[in-house]
Structure formats: structure tokens, C-alpha cells
């Protein structure tokens, strides 16, 4: 997950990746709002907390 100011705004990106695999990619997005891009950082904070929490169950899966 990030945010960075930019010329116009602010960017927001997100993903998941494990052992080098990208699991997820979330489109980054602009805008020219600070609150705008806060909203949209937590909605892909749920979405990848979301695929983590996926994948740390099918991996604990594996082992048992």
C-alpha cells in the first residue's frame, strides 16, 4: 500500500505479493484531494487484508 503526493494530487496504490508471486495488483489512482485518496487507501487496505488473510489460510492448509 502507498500514497505519494504528486504535480496534481495524491496517488494511491496497492497489492499483495508473496515470494516474489504478485497475488493482487490494485490500479493506482489519482486525486487531487487528500481525502479522496485517504478513502480510496482504505478501501484497498480492506481488499488486500481481505487476499492475505486468504492466503495465509490456504497456506496453513497446506501444512495441517
Known amino acids: ?31 487531487a484531494e487528500i481525502e479522496d485518496a485517504l478513502t480510496v487507501l482504505d478501501d484497498y487496505a480492506g481488499e488486500v487484508a481481505q487476499a492475505a488473510g486468504r492466503l495465509i489460510d490456504r497456506l496453513l492448509d497446506a501444512i495441517v
Do not use: N
Not at 503526493?5 to 504478485?22: K, M, Q, S
Open 1 to 31: 500500500m502507498s500514497i505519494a503526493a504528486t504535480d496534481g494530487g495524491f496517488r494511491v496504490e496497492g497489492g499483495v505479493t508473496a515470494e516474489a508471486d504478485d497475488l493482487m495488483t490494485l490500479p493506482p489512482e489519482t486525486f
